[in-house]
Structure formats: C-alpha cells, structure tokens
C-alpha cells in the first residue's frame, strides 16, 4: 500500500492561473516533506519542502502547505508559466536525514 | 560539469545478463542512494549508503546488489536481470547539514531495458 499518494495523475492549467498539487500520506510519522519536479530525460529537482513544526512554507512563486491533521499537503504555483510543465513529486520521511518515500507523480502541463 | 553523473544512459539487455550501473558525484556527499521509477509508482529505494561503509537495503532490493567504491561512487548490479527489471534508475546524493534537513540531488537516470 502507497505510503505517500498523489491522487491526479495529470492536470491542466492555463498560463497565469493557479496550480494546486496535492499529495496525501498514511504514515503519521512522516514529519519532513518535500517537493521535486521532473523534466524528460532529467533527474528530479528539488523545489520545496517543509517540516511538521510549520504548517505553510513559501519560495517565491511556489507555497507548500501542510495539514497534519488531515495528513494532506498541497502545492500552489501563482502565477502558473509554461516552463512549470513537468512531473511534481511529492516525497517524505520519517526523521531528518533518513530515508524518503515518493509519491507516484502528477503531470502539470500548464497552457499558453 | 554535472554534480551526479549515471554511465549508461541507456541500456538494451537480455534476461539472465550482469548488468553494472554507475554513478559517480562531485558534491563531496556521504550520502547516496539508488531508485527505480515505474509507471504510476513513483520512485522506489533499492539501496542507499550513508557512508562509504555503510549499505543498507531499501524497499525492493530483491534481485539487485551494490558496491561503495569510494566517497564518490555507488555503482548498482543486477547479477541476472530480468524483463520486470525494466524501468528508469536513478542514483542520488544528500547531506543533511547542520540544520538536519536533507535535499537529495539526482542524476540524469539510466534507461535499462531487459528484453
């Protein structure tokens, strides 16, 4: 059973609008989150992350937020721009420094 | 100069063939770790290694084996591979820091396909 699930496969934006990614974990001992995005023919590249102390983390035009409770967490590009098209990997772990479960991915593709 | 390099890129091979895959980094990491990507799975740990002394098993080491050379280096086998070996591998690297939060920094990924 996926630890860490990322319910979208895909999802279409238009250039300038919001993108909301969500990702959804089981493990309520996971307190350390991260973000990565993935290009065709690259690795992935870390974008964000956040730790369980906080509950929103902001890096310009990209916004983690985390509810524990509900064991959620979302990303918001504002404004969207083709160039964000790509795989978004949600990703966690347990302790800081230990290892990191992904989620599936969700492909963005955000339209001109 | 890439900071995780990954020999071969792409590779076509036959069931029950040795197949080696290497990584090599520049970041000066201890830390490094090798992953599959499958369709609809995300990636999955295989092994990682937080030092050069140390390797630990990760979810599905099953049928795979790996080698710390150096600091440096984490090359991946697959002593006898097999067609659902198929999929893209990527090595990485971290390092926690002082703070404790780790980011992990991924290579290209090498295709294998085992026919």
């Known amino acids: 059973d996926q630890q860490v699930k990322q319910n979208s496969p895909s999802l279409s934006v238009q250039e300038g609008r919001i993108s909301i990614l969500n990702c959804d974990y089981t493990n309520s001992m996971f307190d350390y989150f991260l973000w990565y995005k993935k290009y065709p023919a690259e690795g992935p590249t870390f974008l964000i992350s956040?730790?369980?102390?906080?509950d929103k983390n902001e890096d310009g035009r990209f916004t983690v937020f985390l509810n524990k409770s509900a064991k959620h967490l979302s990303l918001h590009i504002v404004p969207s721009q083709p160039g964000d098209s790509a795989v978004y990997f949600c990703?966690?772990?347990?302790?800081?420094?230990?290892?990191?479960?992904f989620g599936p991915g969700t492909r963005l593709s955000v339209l001109p | 100069d890439a900071d995780v390099t990954q020999t071969p890129r792409n590779r076509i091979t036959k069931t029950g063939k040795r197949i080696m895959l290497e990584c090599s980094q520049t970041k000066g990491h201890d830390r490094m770790y090798w992953y599959r990507q499958d369709p609809g799975l995300g990636l999955r740990l295989i092994y990682y290694?937080?030092?050069?002394?140390?390797?630990n098993k990760g979810e599905i080491s099953d049928g795979y084996s790996v080698s710390r050379q150096a600091q440096a280096k984490f090359s991946l086998s697959l002593e006898s591979a097999i067609p659902n070996q198929t999929a893209l591998y990527f090595c990485a690297t971290s390092d926690p820091g002082r703070g404790g939060m780790d980011t992990q920094y991924f290579g290209p990924g090498t295709r294998l396909t085992v026919l």
């Open positions: 956040i730790s369980s102390i906080k």
């Open positions: 990703a966690a772990s347990e302790k800081y420094g230990q290892n990191f479960v």
């Open positions: 290694s937080f030092d050069v002394k140390d390797i």
